[in-house]
């Protein structure tokens, strides 16, 4: 790669199109080679990166089972119904959606109608996009870089704990990442020739991931649109009517459905799911929006900022991204990142207003330290799994950094910048990997010492031949990526289940604390997994009680709630069929357990089943199978994920009274009771999980329920017969 490739303006645009007047390379010829003036070694090596990062999250698979209940049992219905597949029905009745809109859920519906309902054909597909995100970073970083740089910033993405964690789950996040990621690739396209092309399909990449995750797709908008607006090679006034044509095209993309939705009468199509007015745009600027920010979330679990800006989704501040809650899902190289990016900038900083190189720092950057601002203020539900929204940008900015101060090492200020960004890579590993001092106790030694080793002939290397230099560079690449690394590994020899999960060995993510070493805090697992149901999780053999709510050898009560396992107020939280997955602090989020047990049963106060399905026997199961057809839900229950247990074991519809927090008033006790009248649904099942306060909806229809028909015991499992009157 010539200096001028990196440093200088992008390469004019060639008379004739390369290889023009020469016999077309057969595509397997070309698909190996890859551009001609890259080396021979380059495409080889980008294969081999995408085949193993594939292989890698392929590994084990469906340990996972259904992942995300309550996303599962959408795509099952999704698979069955095309009217469920356009809303995002939690259940082919088409009774209630989920609190997203559908986007995330249609690649995992269609492989579902391929190759049926199983772990696999759910979570697959969101390993494709993980592997296309890969290629995606790998090609934004190359274009203006080296392949060398393009292949560690798509090694740093595909190692990257969360990435690794949230490239096997059915989030919504998985698509939310690769479209920001092309969203953030096509503007530094765009920048290249002033091409409106590139501007619009970046709103239309955008406008798709709102569909995905609503207006998280929008936090990269403003460096986006700043640094088009200012690094465009094209007149002022054109480039504002190409932002205008990119906004038109988000809006379109993104708008389609919304308008479909909110125009589509409310009494033939389903509930939106976590509004109190059945109103998408409630959802998307209320408990999915702004309510995020503010901590203001009506029908949410909590939220919202204690004193010191703490509050039930843990501390926020400047911080937040590297403390014991959130540090080992993303920050390993976030240091180093922050490092690379000034130095880019300040390399920079003389080059002409129109210089792509700059403005890929500018979009990548920007794009990190937004996302990275708005994560460590929000004060409403943030979970520790969000943060995979960051991987590719710190990847992106990894490679250009360590590519751009690899051309210039020569200059002291360059080889210094560089061998700084290994430092902070392995000083911050060792206090990373001295979190969770029971694993791999001895990796911290080796990172520490050999990054500040690497670190050293670093300093030197633009004195250095060429050999010892790379040897310095290869030594400090692999100190920097040994930790996050090994807490990959740690995330794919492991299963992971629930509505809120976590990367890492036990204890790598525990609530409580700023920093926080091992076993510090205050209690509470960061990730609130929920085990398996009727499981046991993984535990830490440093476990210890926590110093709130009920507590018991086995786990901690959440304070107020009796202990999340369903119980009465002062219960401890081990009454569940699963303790969930516990840490250092001894904290174990049930994530079921069978109803009536304590876990999804529910009980007065407690959350149940609000973050994991319910454990289904086969008693139950047969007795919901029988005679289903007759009926449109073979069931209905409180709270989204006690249904999704059942829909999923049945393969029936199970309506999800109140939906996700059985907090929606959805449906109204006298629609239910229409519904029961004209012999809609079979049974109610009793408990679930109801987060953050009962609408009075799921409460009413409950006490109508119980005092009305008749009771059926299965095991240890309570349903009512809604044909059958007391």
């Known amino acids: 790669m010539t200096s001028t490739t990196v440093w200088g303006p992008p390469p004019a645009a060639p008379s004739r199109a390369p290889g023009a007047g020469r016999p077309r390379q057969p595509f397997p010829r070309r698909l190996w080679r890859g551009r001609p003036e890259d080396p021979r070694w380059a495409r080889p090596a980008l294969l081999g990166l995408l085949a193993a990062t594939l292989l890698l999250y392929l590994y084990d698979l469906s340990a996972s089972g259904y992942a995300n209940s ?3 049992a959408a795509v099952q219905a999704g698979s069955t119904s095309w009217k469920a597949f356009f809303f995002g029905s939690l259940d082919a009745g088409n009774a209630i959606t989920v609190d997203k809109p559908p986007a995330s859920l249609w690649p995992m519906e269609l492989s579902v109608r391929i190759f049926g309902l199983r772990s696999w054909a759910i979570l697959a597909p969101e390993v494709l996009m993980g592997v296309a995100t890969v290629a995606v970073v790998y090609a934004a970083v190359r274009r203006r870089f080296s392949p060398v740089a393009g292949l560690i910033a798509g090694a740093v993405l595909a190692l990257t704990p969360v990435a690794a964690l949230m490239f096997r789950f059915n989030n919504p996040d998985a698509m939310l990442a690769l479209l920001m990621s092309m969203a953030c690739y096509l503007v530094v396209r765009a920048v290249e020739d002033g ?10 990449a955008i406008g798709f991931a709102f569909l995905a995750k609503t207006l998280q797709a929008f936090l ?16 002022l006034r054109k480039r504002f009517g190409q932002l205008a044509a990119a906004t038109l095209a988000l809006v379109v993309s993104g708008g389609w459905w919304v308008a479909v939705v909110e125009l589509w009468p409310a009494s033939s199509r389903p509930y939106i799911g976590g509004s109190q007015n059945n109103s998408f745009l409630e959802l998307t600027f209320g408990y999915n929006g702004l309510g995020r920010l503010n901590g203001e979330e009506t029908g949410s679990v909590g939220g919202g900022r204690g004193g010191g800006g703490t509050g039930m989704w843990g501390e926020t501040g400047w911080d937040r991204m590297f403390n014991s809650e959130v540090g080992g899902q993303i920050s390993w190289l976030l240091p180093s990142a922050l490092i690379l990016l000034a130095a880019g900038l300040v390399a920079t900083r003389r080059l002409r207003r129109t210089s792509v190189t700059r403005a890929s720092f500018l979009v990548w ?8 601002v708005v994560f460590s203020y929000m004060a409403g539900i943030f979970h520790q799994y969000y943060t995979v929204a ?5 990847a992106a900015v990894v490679g250009m950094g360590a590519g751009l101060l690899w051309e210039r090492r020569r200059a002291p200020w360059a080889s210094i910048a560089l061998a700084a960004s290994v430092v902070a890579a392995a000083a911050w590993g060792y206090v990373l990997l001295n979190r969770t001092p029971d694993y791999l106790p001895w990796l911290k030694w080796p990172v520490l010492v050999g990054g500040l ?18 040897g310095a560079a290869a030594a400090g690449l ?3 990526l040994a930790g996050p690394t090994a807490y990959t590994l740690s995330t794919l020899q492991e299963g992971h289940t629930g509505s809120i999960v976590t990367a890492g060995p036990a204890g790598a993510s525990v609530m409580g604390g700023r920093g926080g070493g091992p076993g510090g805090g205050g209690g509470m697992r960061g990730g609130f997994d929920g085990g398996t149901p009727g499981q046991q999780g993984r535990q830490n053999q440093q476990g210890q009680q926590g110093q709130q709510g009920g507590q018991s050898p086995q786990g901690n009560g959440f304070p107020g709630a009796g202990g999340f396992g369903g119980g009465m107020p002062g219960q401890n939280g081990q009454r569940n069929g699963g303790q969930g997955r516990q840490n250092g602090n001894g904290f174990g989020f049930p994530g079921g357990g069978r109803v009536g047990e304590g876990g999804m049963g529910g009980g007065a106060g407690g959350v149940g089943g609000l973050l994991n399905g319910a454990s289904v026997s086969s008693e139950a199961k047969r007795l919901l199978e029988r005679d289903a057809g007759k009926y449109t839900w073979a069931a209905a229950s409180v709270g989204s994920q006690n249904a999704a247990g059942y829909q999923l074991a049945t393969g029936e519809p199970v309506m999800a009274i109140g939906g996700f927090n059985g907090t929606d008033p959805s449906p109204t006790l006298a629609r239910f009771k229409k519904y029961v009248e004209e012999g809609k649904i079979h049974y109610f099942i009793a408990g679930g999980g109801m987060g953050g306060g009962d609408s009075g909806t799921a409460s009413a229809i409950s006490s109508w329920v119980q005092s009305t028909f008749k009771k ?3 095991g240890s499992a309570t349903f009512y017969d809604l044909t059958r009157r007391a």
């Open 70 to 72: 309550f996303y599962s």
């Open 478 to 480: 692999v100190a920097a």
């Open 220 to 235: 990269i908008l403003p460096p986006l649109a700043v640094v088009y607006a200012v690094c465009a090679p094209v007149p």
């Open 365 to 372: 950057g920007g794009s990190l330290l937004t996302t990275m």
């Open 453 to 470: 080793t690497a670190a050293l002939g670093l300093v030197f290397a633009g004195r250095l031949t060429r050999r010892p230099a790379l």
């Open 390 to 394: 960051l991987a590719p940008y710190l």
């Open 195 to 204: 091409r409106t092309k590139w501007l619009v399909w970046a709103g239309v």
């Open 712 to 714: 059926v015991t299965v």
